[in-house]
């Protein structure tokens, strides 16, 4: 494959020019496996480990490869396989905290220009949940794309597109199935030449068979249907797959859980709504409680805002801000432990 096929563009190069080094080519990661990289070159596909010097850099705060990325390789052509030396710079990342207590990021795909919400119409309908996924997507800087499969089981398809089309204000909604089938030739339409999309959702929505169906070959095995119409988790980790007309998508693991990492810019792109209402507030403080002239308040009364969006919008804030502080403590205990080392070098 070409590197513009892969999306390589004018960011990366410049990127890669800062920091070539003589016997190193570019290449994008297309999977990874207990720490061995797939690395799509312009010579063909290499397995990758990551140098000593890299590694070393990550108990200082530098990142680790993802699904995505672009690197700095050092091919080893006549076996196949290589280093990675370093991460080109990023254009976009889709990252969560990891599932558990412990506040860490974790990135699932990076470089993408779309993000296919995929939410079943059947059993895994779920609203807030939706909201949770469109945060994620617009902190990304990729633009998210709502997919509703399944519409072969939904009896009251209209009313949910609607309900999701009021929560997912800006974002293009499409109803698919694999089964008749529907919007197939739609989705296909986001991914051209040159572009990334990922595919994210919980388990069972879908998403393997809606690859296949897309890329019309089955490269990710799918189970049968439970007795509860929802199909069973498949994959178990990312793969970037590429289109015969070019375009490429990423499959990724369904996930149980979907806790934030970041979110300002998120919140704005899911909630923008009550943003827009909150200006108009009296105050610029305003709690929205029992304020005189509160704009939110009275969106509530007139019935243009609904009380469970507002609940929802206030309760991922608070998440969002717990989340803020525990990532200040660790940034504080890093930058302890660096001095401390920085001092006994010195004497």
Request: charged residues 30%; neutral net charge.
């Amino acid at each position: 494959m070409k590197l513009k096929d892969l999306g390589w563009n004018e960011f990366f190069k410049e990127s890669f020019n800062d920091l070539w080094k003589e016997g190193i080519i570019p290449g994008r990661i297309f999977s990874e496996q207990r720490g061995e990289y797939k690395i799509q070159t312009e010579a063909g596909i290499l397995s990758c480990r990551i140098s000593g010097k890299l590694r070393l850099s990550f108990d200082q705060g530098g990142e680790v490869p993802a699904v995505g990325d672009f690197v700095m390789v050092a091919p080893r052509a006549d076996e196949g396989s290589g280093t990675i030396h370093n991460i080109l710079s990023r254009k976009t990342k889709l990252s969560r905290k990891i599932a558990g207590e412990v506040t860490r990021e974790q990135v699932m795909v990076t470089n993408i220009d779309y993000v296919f919400i995929v939410m079943a119409l059947n059993n895994d309908f779920n609203i807030k949940r939706l909201d949770r996924y469109l945060i994620v997507a617009w902190e990304s800087g990729a633009i998210p794309v709502v997919l509703l499969t399944k519409a072969d089981l939904c009896i009251d398809l209209a009313e949910k597109l609607e309900e999701v089309q009021n929560s997912a204000l800006g974002v293009m909604v499409h109803a698919v199935s694999t089964v008749i089938p529907i919007g197939i030739d739609t989705v296909k339409e986001y991914i051209k030449p040159g572009t990334t999309t990922a595919l994210i959702g919980s388990s069972g929505v879908g998403k393997s068979t809606l690859i296949n169906a897309i890329l019309g070959e089955e490269v990710q095995k799918v189970e049968g249907l439970r007795d509860d119409d929802r199909g069973r988790h498949t994959s178990t980790y990312r793969s970037i797959f590429s289109l015969k007309d070019g375009g490429l998508i990423v499959d990724t693991p369904g996930m149980r859980e979907l806790q934030l990492w970041t979110g300002e810019e998120g919140i704005i792109g899911t909630y923008e709504d009550i943003k827009a209402i909150a200006k108009n507030c009296r105050f610029k403080d305003c709690q929205h409680k029992k304020e005189p002239g509160c704009a939110i308040n009275e969106a509530l009364d007139e019935g243009i805002l609904v009380a469970e969006r507002l609940e929802s919008y206030k309760k991922l804030q608070k998440e969002l801000l717990y989340i803020e502080g525990k990532q200040k403590e660790i940034e504080r205990a890093m930058n302890k432990k660096q001095t401390r080392l920085t001092s006994k070098i010195k004497a």
